[in-house]
């Protein structure tokens, strides 16, 4: 008669290779969820939260603190019809090489080859996303300078200011806009550029002013390395962009730059 309290070990039961095989597959599918959610957390959830951080900061909600006033700066301006603004031009620039940089004059609209950076014949250069203006750091003799205008309708921009624009800034290798550089987000998960809405006075390298804004990063090809904007260009010095006051300059009004601007 077996005893009930006798150890089950002594007469261990057999596994059969049928077991073996399902413990094997058990266990595998064990490890195959740990690494699915490990790569999810690595590469899912930090776009994520970029995205959620973003809403967060957007407009939208923010909202002014208990006992503040809203600022006023969010209010958008009225926008004015575009037949009684100057000319919008929309140009194309392939900024692909990853070691030269494609030069830009808004005067002429197009592309212009620069064998001297120190010329000022140019006022803004393009390298794959990255961004510099003639002036600053850049180009001691230029007075190019920028300012972000906000996420605002393009046609509202009627006038520019003519003074605190902030020129270029030199890094540890070379020299950048802090004004655009981010014009644009960066996807995660597709590792792509898309242009912000922001646009941006201009203060060019011959003291005349502009008003910018990006619309893309993809060529016609649909590679990537193309800039897409469009800008209004004042070429009588003036900071309006209304037609009635093409033919003269609008008058300058004093300004103390503030560091770093100028």
Known sequence: ??????????????????????????NMFVINLCV????????????????????????????????????????QAPVVPAGNLLDTHYVVVNASSENDWAYFSLAKGAPVKIHDQTSLKWDLAFRRGKV????????????????????????????VPDGNYIADEATRTETHSPVLLKWY????????????KNVYAMRTADNKYAKIQFLGFTCEN????????????????????????????TPAVAANPEPGKI
């Open 222 to 249: 649909q590679e990537t390395g193309c800039i897409k904007l469009r800008y209004t260009y004042q070429d009588n010095g003036g900071t309006s962009f209304l037609l009635e006051s093409a033919g003269e300059k």
């Open 132 to 159: 510099i203006s003639n002036g600053g750091a850049t180009n001691k003799i230029g007075n190019a300078g920028l300012i972000d205008l906000g996420d605002v309708p393009y046609d509202s921009v009627v006038e």
């Open 185 to 196: 987000k960066y996807n995660y998960l597709t590792h792509k550029l898309s242009a912000k």
């Open 36 to 75: 699915t959610l490990l790569l999810i957390g690595l590469f899912w959830l930090p776009p994520k939260l970029v995205s959620v951080n973003e809403f967060l900061d957007s407009p939208s909600v923010n909202l002014p603190k208990r006992g503040e006033v809203a600022d006023a700066s969010l209010e």
């Open 1 to 26: 008669m077996n005893n009930p309290f006798e150890n089950d070990n002594a007469n261990p039961v057999p596994v059969t290779a049928e077991e073996k095989k399902k413990k094997l597959w058990k």
